[in-house]
């Protein structure tokens, strides 16, 4: 339990991020939820489950693609609790579109929500844990880290350079005390990917070799392994969460 410690989230009011932030409250954090335009009452209930385990919460509604929107929302963070720990980058938008038919409003979507976001929240959690001895930075990637996935073209350009950034900021900002990881999920059964195959687990479980699809829970606790003393001596890499689905030597989906 890391009592006193403080987290901020970004896309937590639901989904993966959501689940994040609940296991970080489990485990002492106050948490920061980042949102954007998401209804009140999706905010309200996530807010509400966070203090049922009687864990500090602050909902901040955000748009991470806006410098002066993030600035406005780190300063918030720490007015509130007076200090930061730990940054989630883990807002994130898809389009599901062959190369060809992506426009250049839903490229610029994706990109400047995945990567121009996760850019702008690490330079200025950066900015703050350098001057307050250190801290830890975890983004969420993909299997699309990895391998090219049929009409994500967007998406996995923007993921691809979460990776090569976590990369980055981790020697930059090692000297810093400041680690850097990159969490990157398989298939993950959500209220999201249930909308874009209705037999999800059905089509995924077949692919994995776990023989099974993954959930939010199977991802939050790797996120706090990584902010946690455990793994004070982990920066840069990528941890795959996906029960060996891109271990295999060929890619067996076709969408």
Not at 118 to 146: E, P, W
């Amino acid at each position: 339990m890391l009592q006193g410690q403080t987290a901020l989230v970004t896309g937590a009011s639901r989904g993966i991020g959501k689940e994040i932030a609940l296991e970080l409250a489990r485990n002492g954090y106050r948490v920061a939820v980042n949102y954007y335009n998401d209804p009140a009452s999706l905010v309200d209930a996530t807010v509400a489950e966070i203090r049922a385990l009687q864990a500090d919460v602050l909902p901040i509604e955000a748009d991470i693609r806006s410098s002066s929107q993030v600035t406005a929302m780190f300063e918030r963070v720490i007015a509130t609790f007076g200090r930061l720990d730990l940054l989630v980058n883990n807002a994130g938008v898809q389009t599901w579109k062959p190369l060809l038919q992506v426009t250049e409003e839903e490229w610029d979507l994706v990109v400047d929500t995945n990567l121009k976001g996760c850019f702008l929240c690490t330079q200025q959690a950066a900015r703050y844990m350098k001057d307050h001895g250190g801290g830890a930075i975890v983004n969420l990637g993909s299997g699309c880290n990895k391998l090219a996935f049929p009409s994500l073209v967007a998406y996995t350009a923007s993921k691809g350079g979460i990776e090569m950034l976590t990369k980055e900021a981790a020697v930059e900002l090692g000297p810093y005390g400041i680690r850097v990881n990159c969490v990157a999920p398989g298939s993950i059964e959500s209220e999201r990917t249930r909308t874009e195959d209705a037999n999800y687990a059905g089509t995924w479980s077949k692919l994995t070799p776990l023989g099974r699809v993954g959930t939010a829970a199977d991802i939050a606790p790797t996120v706090v392994f990584l902010a946690s003393q455990g793994a004070s001596f982990i920066s840069g890499q990528t941890i795959w969460i996906d029960g060996a689905l891109f271990t295999q030597a060929q890619w067996p989906y076709k969408k």
